[in-house]
């Protein structure tokens, strides 16, 4: 007959309690993985903001030397499609048309980056040339009002501004 020695092996009761602290450590890993793809995510769609809000004031710094020329940029669109304008890529235009292309090219761009989206772009009262430049997305796309800390955290939303002077 075999005898069986103690201590030999492990008991149920340790196996489960191992096998319960091994499967909070995934899930905690886990869960820490998604929260990473979310923050990149996000970080990526403020990033695209950041870069259209620039390719925009680049645009509007070329015609800064014309105050009137300069207001025509100011739009208010909720994921409007842009406007046909003329192409002024391959046609001569004059300012207020290539102004119209201009914006009807970034408008293009913002709206292919997101597919719910809000822009604006108002003159600053007060000022002569400042303009506040401000894009909303996902969920944030349908707010008004100013962006605040708490609206940057949303999901897949977001909203960015930033203020332009000249």
Not at 97 to 102: F, G, H
Not at 107 to 132: C, D, H, K, M, Y
Request: proline share 1%; charged share 20%.
């Amino acid at each position: 007959m075999l005898a069986f020695k103690k201590g030999m092996g492990f008991t149920l009761i340790e196996v489960l309690v191992a096998m319960g602290i091994l499967s909070l450590g995934i899930l905690g890993a886990a869960s820490l993985q998604a929260k990473a793809l979310r923050y990149v995510h996000m970080a990526d769609s403020q990033r695209s903001a950041v870069l259209l809000s620039r390719d925009l004031i680049g645009r509007m710094r070329a015609n800064a030397s014309d105050l009137a020329i300069l207001a025509m940029y100011g739009h208010e669109g909720d994921g409007d499609k842009p406007e046909f304008a003329r192409n002024c890529a391959v046609q001569s235009c004059s300012r207020e048309q290539l102004v119209a292309y201009e914006l009807s090219q970034w408008l293009g761009e913002v709206n292919l980056t997101w597919q719910s989206v809000s822009t604006s772009l108002r003159a600053i009262p007060g000022t002569e040339s400042g303009f506040l430049l401000r894009i909303r997305w996902g969920r944030e796309s349908k707010r008004r009002g100013n962006c605040t800390e708490l609206t940057h955290r949303v999901g897949n939303s977001g909203c960015w501004q930033t203020r332009v002077g000249f």
